[in-house]
C-alpha cells in the first residue's frame, strides 16, 4: 500500500497540460536515460510522477532527491502496473494522462507530437506511440497494439524494419508504455483493471474503449525507443509467460460482444493449442500452462468484469470484429494492422 510521505508538487502552480506517468519496479539501469529523455522534451508544460512499487534499487527516491520537481508515490509491495497507473491518475492534475515505462526513451518531440496530433483530432481521447527497439532502431518494438479475430492480441509489427514515413491511423488499442489519454476518459471508465496486475491492462483498456464506440490513433512522427521487459525478466520470462496468457484469456472472456464470443470461441482454442505447441519447441511450456490453468480455476474473476462491462458497451459484435484483423498471417508474421484515418474512426468517434 501507499505511504504517507508520497511528495507534493509545489512546483507548478496551474494544473499542467500532461502528466507523465512513470511506473518503476527494479528499474535502476534504464531509469536515468528515460528521465533524461523526458527533462529534452521540447514541450514543457508537465508533470513528472513516479510511482515506485517496493523496489530494493531505490533508483526513483535517488531521482526525486535530484528533481524536486518529480511528484514520488512509494509502495510498500508490488501491487502491479495496473494499479500504480491508477494510483497515480488519481493524483494527476494534467488534462492528458501520459504513460512512459521506464525503459522507454522518446526522441526530444514525442510530447509536442502526442499534443499536435490532439490538436488535430479534437474528437479522438487516445493516442499511441511508434515504439522502435532500444538496441536496434532501425526495427520496430511495435506500432500499436492488434487484435486478431480469434481473440489474441499483439504488438503490431514488432521486429519488423522500421517503415520509415507512416500516415496516422486507427490501430486496436494502444501500448501502455508509451502512450497518452484523456485523463478524465481514463478515470471514468475506471481506468486499467487492477485485477490483471500487469500484461494486457492496455489491451484490456483499448477494447472497452472499443466497446465504447471511440479508438486509439497512432501517431508515428511520436518516437520512443524500447527496451521491453527490462523490469520482468525480458519478454520471455515466465513472469510474462504466466501473467501474458492469463491475462490475455481473461480479456478475451471478458470483453468479447456475445455474438462475436460465440463465434470466435473455437478459434481462440485453436490460437492457443497452437501458441502452445510453439513454447514446448522452445522449452517454455510450463509457465503458460501454469497462466491458462490460473486463468480457468479463477474464470469467476472475468466473468465479474465481463458483468461489469458488457452492459455499458455501445457498439457490437460487427463494430468490433471490423476492428480486428482477419488475416492469420497477421498473427503469425506479428505484422502491424493499421486502418485508414477516416472522419471518425471504425465504430464511432
Known sequence: ??????????????????????????????????LTAVRAQTFADYELILVDNASSDHA????????????????????????????????????????????????PDWLERLLAAATANPAVKSFTSRQLMAEDPSRLDGLGDVMSLAGFPFRGGYTHPNPGT????????????????????????????????????????????????KATLLVP???VRHVGAASTGGRRSDFAAFHGTRNRFWVFVKDTPPVLFWLT???????????????????????????????????????????????TRKVGSWAIAKAMTWNPLDVMLRRAFIQAKRPTPPGGA
Not at 522449452?283 to 462491462?309: F, H
Open 265 to 311: 470461441l473455437p478459434l481462440h482454442v485453436l490460437a492457443t493449442l497452437t501458441l502452445f505447441a510453439r513454447h514446448a519447441t522452445r522449452g517454455g511450456l510450463a509457465a503458460p500452462m501454469r497462466g491458462l490453468a490460473a486463468g480457468i480455476r479463477n474464470i469467476d474473476v472475468a466473468l465479474a468484469a465481463r458483468r461489469e462491462v458488457q452492459p
Open 1 to 34: 500500500m501507499a505511504r504517507g510521505g508520497a511528495k507534493d508538487n509545489p512546483s507548478l502552480a496551474l494544473a499542467p497540460s500532461i502528466s507523465i506517468v512513470v511506473v518503476v519496479y527494479e528499474s535502476g539501469p534504464t531509469l536515468g536515460e528515460c
Open 60 to 107: 526513483a527516491q535517488t531521482a526525486a532527491k535530484a528533481d524536486p520537481s518529480i511528484l514520488l508515490l512509494e509502495n510498500t509491495e508490488n501491487v502491479g502496473f495496473a494499479a500504480a497507473v491508477n494510483q497515480a491518475a488519481r493524483r494527476a492534475r494534467g488534462q492528458w494522462l501520459v504513460l512512459l515505462n521506464p525503459d522507454a526513451y522518446p526522441q
Open 221 to 223: 512522427d511520436a518516437v
Open 166 to 213: 507512416l500516415q496516422e491511423g486507427w490501430v486496436f488499442s494502444g501500448c501502455g508504455g508509451a502512450m497518452m489519454i484523456d485523463r478524465a476518459l481514463f478515470t471514468g471508465m475506471g481506468g486499467f483493471d487492477e485485477r490483471l496486475f500487469c500484461y494486457c491492462e492496455d489491451v484490456d483498456l483499448g477494447y472497452r474503449l472499443r466497446l465504447a464506440g
